[in-house]
T-cell receptor, first 113, second 108 residues
Framework: EAQVTQNPRYLITVTGKKLTVTCSQN?????MSWYRQDPGLGLRQIYY???????DKGDVPEGYKVSRKEKRNFPLILESPSPNQTSLYFC????????????FGPGTRLTVT | GQQLNQSPQSMFIQEGEDVSMNCTSS?????WLWYKQDPGEGPVLLIA?????ELTSNGRLTAQFGITRKDSFLNISASIPSDVGIYFC????????FGAGTRLTVKP
C-alpha cells in the first residue's frame, strides 16, 4: 500500500530536550516536505526536499532541522524544542515540487511543556 | 507571501443539506486544490483545478477555479455524516499555500 508513515504519532516532551520525528514514504517520490498545522493558520511549510541531499527552508524553518540521506526518509529534528513548537506536524511527499498531488502522513501531535 | 482567506471557518449542517465554502486571495494562482482532513489523519486531495473558469466534479463534490484566478469554490451536495472533517483550499504558483480550513459538522 502506498503510504507516508510518521513516528511517533503523539509526543509530550519538555523544553530543550532534543527530539526527532521520522517520516518515510514507499512511493519513490522525489519531493518531501514538513508542515505544521495550527488553529486558524492552516498548514505552513517548515522545510522541503527536492531530492536526496537537497533541502531548503519553507515559511517557518526557525528551530527545526531536516536531513535527506535516503530518498524514502525525511526526519524532522528539533534540537531544543520550545513551547511555541507545540503543534500538529505533517510530512508529505509527491513526485516533484510541481506535482500537486501531495500524499500526507497521519500527523504527529507534539506538546512541549 | 500569498495569503489565502478561507470561509466560513466552521459549518454545522443537517444531513442532506448542500454545503458551500470558498477561498479568496489578493494574489493570482495557477492551480487551485481542495483537500479534506478526516479526524486524526492527514489531508487527502479531493479535487485539483488547473485552468481559470474550470468546473470539476468528484461525486457529490464540485469545485470551480475563479475567472480572476484569485478564488475558488467547493460545493458538497446532499451531505452525509462521513463528510465531517476539515476542508482546506490550496493555491499553487511557485509553491503551495493553504487556507486555514473550514471545519464541517454534519448532524444526522
Amino acid at each position: 500500500e502506498a503510504q507516508v508513515t510518521q513516528n511517533p504519532r503523539y509526543l509530550i516532551t519538555v523544553t530543550g530536550k532534543k527530539l526527532t520525528v521520522t517520516c518515510s514514504q514507499n512511493m519513490n517520490h522525489e519531493y518531501m516536505s514538513w508542515y505544521r498545522q495550527d488553529p486558524g493558520l492552516g498548514l505552513r511549510q517548515i522545510y522541503y526536499s527536492m531530492n536526496v541531499e537537497v533541502t531548503d527552508k519553507g515559511d517557518v524553518p526557525e528551530g527545526y532541522k531536516v536531513s535527506r540521506k535516503e530518498k524514502r526518509n525525511f526526519p524532522l529534528i528539533l534540537e531544543s524544542p520550545s513551547p511555541n513548537q507545540t503543534s500538529l506536524y505533517f510530512c508529505a511527499s509527491s513526485w516533484s515540487k510541481e506535482s500537486y498531488e501531495q500524499y500526507f502522513g497521519p500527523g504527529t501531535r507534539l506538546t512541549v511543556t | 507571501g500569498q495569503q489565502l482567506n478561507q470561509s466560513p471557518q466552521s459549518m454545522f449542517i443537517q444531513e442532506g443539506e448542500d454545503v458551500s465554502m470558498n477561498c479568496t486571495s489578493s494574489s493570482i494562482f495557477n492551480t487551485w486544490l481542495w483537500y479534506k482532513q478526516d479526524p486524526g489523519e492527514g489531508p487527502v486531495l479531493l479535487i485539483a483545478l488547473y485552468k481559470a473558469g474550470e468546473l470539476t466534479s468528484n461525486g457529490r463534490l464540485t469545485a470551480q477555479f475563479g475567472i480572476t484566478r484569485k478564488d475558488s469554490f467547493l460545493n458538497i451536495s446532499a451531505s452525509i455524516p462521513s463528510d465531517v472533517g476539515i476542508y482546506f483550499c490550496a493555491g499553487h504558483v511557485n509553491d503551495m499555500r493553504f487556507g486555514a480550513g473550514t471545519r464541517l459538522t454534519v448532524k444526522p
